[in-house]
């Protein structure tokens, strides 16, 4: 999950526009997403927020923006409130997307989980933010790549979303086939195949699907997680966070990742806050959680 970045002030000439959006109208919005996600709008985003959102004004077949902030602030909608979250974050993902990050899984990680899980031992990796699925179906190409039997051991990929709209969307595991490029062709005909009814279409084959669970869930709220994980992927989405509660964030990862856990993150991001004590360096924005520091 992501969010696009606009650039134009909230000063912007609304001549051009089919409706008005005032500084009040913004604010709501932005506080709203923020209490929703987390995700910190700042005035530099009123283009992004007035083309996403005037969308879905037409749609519902109000006159103004304030008819709409009225719709949303009412808590108790949640659908419409789903709405605006899905207008307004950008999946932005793509497959084996910064690949130092599963050259490291592959080389420096796994054999050791593989190990574990064949013994018959819990093994689990988290994909906490994975959009439309790329980054859980690429980890399980990574470790059926190593061990083509884990399907049958003790080890999961957790793959959860805020967007119920990309879960569902990740969950089929369908991408057109220029969202492949980035899949070697051995690993494309090997884990995927051509769809039945669309010839553009590649559908992730059984042995894929069958290591992953989707699921829908916000990281600003409870987490009905326990873990503990032994890989956690959480890339590009914690930057979009205020301060607090990006900190707040990286202490529940501390939480749930096993000791020596390996913890692998966005490129412009970095663990922050209380819960530095709790990881090391352990490569280009990799981290590995520290044992024997209790967690407070």
């Not at 994909?127 to 080890?155: F, R």
């Not at 062709?185 to 989707?214: G, H, M, Q, Y």
């Not at 890339?235 to 202490?251: A, D, G, H, L, M």
């Amino acid at each position: 999950m992501n969010v696009a970045i606009a650039q134009k002030s909230l000063s912007e000439s609304s001549q051009e526009r089919d409706f008005e959006m005032s500084e009040r109208d913004f604010d709501c919005i932005a506080g709203i997403i923020r209490e929703e996600a987390g995700i910190a709008l700042s005035s530099g985003k009123s283009s992004l927020v007035y083309s996403r959102l005037s969308k879905r004004i037409r749609k519902l077949k109000l006159e103004t923006f304030s008819e709409y902030c009225q719709l949303v602030s009412d808590p108790s909608n949640t659908e419409e409130r789903r709405h605006l979250l899905t207008s307004l974050t950008t999946n932005v993902t793509n497959f084996f997307r910064e690949p130092h990050h599963f050259d490291d899984l592959k080389a420096n990680v796994l054999p050791a989980l593989l190990e574990k899980a064949a013994r018959g031992e819990r093994v689990r990796l988290w994909s906490a933010a994975c959009s439309s699925g790329q980054e859980p179906y690429t980890i399980a190409m990574c470790v059926l790549g190593l061990a083509p039997e884990a399907a049958s051991w003790d080890l999961r990929i957790l793959a959860t979303d805020i967007d119920p709209t990309i879960v569902n969307k990740a969950r089929t595991g369908e991408y057109e086939d220029q969202l492949l490029k980035n899949v070697p062709d051995v690993e494309k005909k090997r884990f995927f195949s051509k769809s039945k009814t669309d010839n553009d279409i590649w559908c992730a084959k059984p042995e894929l699907k069958s290591l992953i669970s989707f699921k829908e869930m916000n990281l600003i709220r409870d987490w009905p997680v326990r873990g503990p994980f032994d890989v956690i992927f959480c890339r590009n989405v914690v930057i979009y966070f205020e301060e607090e509660t990006e900190q707040k964030v990286w202490s529940k990862f501390a939480k749930v990742l096993a000791p020596s856990g390996q913890m692998y993150i966005g490129h412009s991001e970095r663990i922050s806050g209380p819960a530095t004590k709790y990881f090391e360096a352990a490569g280009v924005t990799t981290y590995k959680r520290v044992g024997g520091v209790n967690l407070d």
